[in-house]
C-alpha cells in the first residue's frame, strides 16, 4: 500500500471495500464518511482504486450528530452501523465525503501507447532514473522490467526470492513501474505491458539514450 505524509503524519489513502466501489459504479453510493486527524483524499482530488478512477467531489468536516439515516443509507450502510465505525476511533475529526463518479484509470491508456517518440523515450528513461536514485539499492528499474519479461506471471513471491527482496518491498516497487504504463498486474504475477515491451526493446538497443 503507497503511504505518503502530511506534515509529520503518516497517511494512508482512503481505502472503499468491494461492494462500496460496486456501489459507486452503479450509482447507488455517493457518500463516505471517516474520522481523520487529516484528510487523506481532497475536494476534486481522485482516488485509484480497483475499479477505476474515482472523482472526490467535496471532503467537509461534519458533526456526527447531524449525519442522518439517509447519509447512512447514501453511504452504503445503516445509521447505527456507521455510527458504531465512526465512534470506534477516538481520535479526529469526522469528515463527510462526496463520491462523484468512476472513470477509466489512465494507466490502461498509457500502457497501450507502444509506438514511443524519441520524446517519450527520454521520459520514460528519465523517470526510471529518478526511482533508481530515490530507491536504496542503486539501479533496480531495469532489472526489475527485464525480470517480469522473462518471467510473465510468476507470482510476486518467487520474483521477490529471486531478488533476495521481501514479497511486499517487491510488490510496491512493481507498482512504481505500473504507475508508468510499463506492466500490467495479473493473478498470478505481471506482464510488461505493450508500452515496456516498446521501451525494453528500444532502451537495449540504445534508443533511449539518443
Not at 9 to 14: H, S
Not at 105 to 113: G, N, Y
Not at 115 to 140: H, N, P, Q, V, Y
Not at 158 to 184: M, P, Q
Amino acid at each position: 500500500m503507497t503511504v505518503f505524509e502530511v506534515g509529520d503524519i503518516v497517511c494512508r489513502p482512503m481505502l472503499l471495500p468491494k461492494k462500496v466501489l460496486e456501489g459507486v459504479e452503479k450509482g447507488e453510493i455517493d457518500l463516505a464518511f471517516r474520522r481523520w486527524t487529516r484528510p487523506t483524499v481532497k475536494s476534486g482530488g481522485t482516488l485509484r482504486t480497483r475499479v477505476g478512477m474515482l472523482l472526490i467531489a467535496s471532503v467537509e468536516p461534519v458533526d456526527i450528530g447531524d449525519i442522518t439515516a439517509d447519509d447512512a443509507r447514501r453511504a452504503g450502510t445503516n445509521l447505527g452501523d456507521l455510527l458504531d465505525f465512526l465512534e470506534a476511533k477516538e481520535v479526529g475529526t469526522v469528515y463527510r465525503v462526496e463520491l462523484g463518479g468512476v472513470g477509466p484509470d489512465p494507466r490502461v491508456a498509457l500502457r497501450e501507447m507502444k509506438d514511443l517518440t524519441s520524446d517519450d523515450l527520454a521520459e520514460i528513461t528519465a523517470r526510471l532514473d529518478r526511482l533508481d536514485r530515490a530507491g536504496k539499492r542503486g539501479s533496480w528499474t531495469r532489472e526489475f522490467l527485464c525480470l517480469i519479461g522473462r518471467n510473465p506471471h510468476v507470482r510476486a513471491q518467487d520474483l521477490a526470492d529471486r531478488l533476495g527482496l521481501e514479497k511486499s518491498d517487491f510488490k510496491n516497487d512493481v507498482r512504481k513501474l505500473k504507475n508508468l504504463g510499463l506492466t500490467i498486474s495479473h493473478s498470478p504475477g505481471y506482464e510488461l505491458s505493450p508500452r515496456g515491451l516498446a521501451y525494453l526493446d528500444r532502451s537495449e538497443r540504445g534508443d533511449d539514450r539518443a
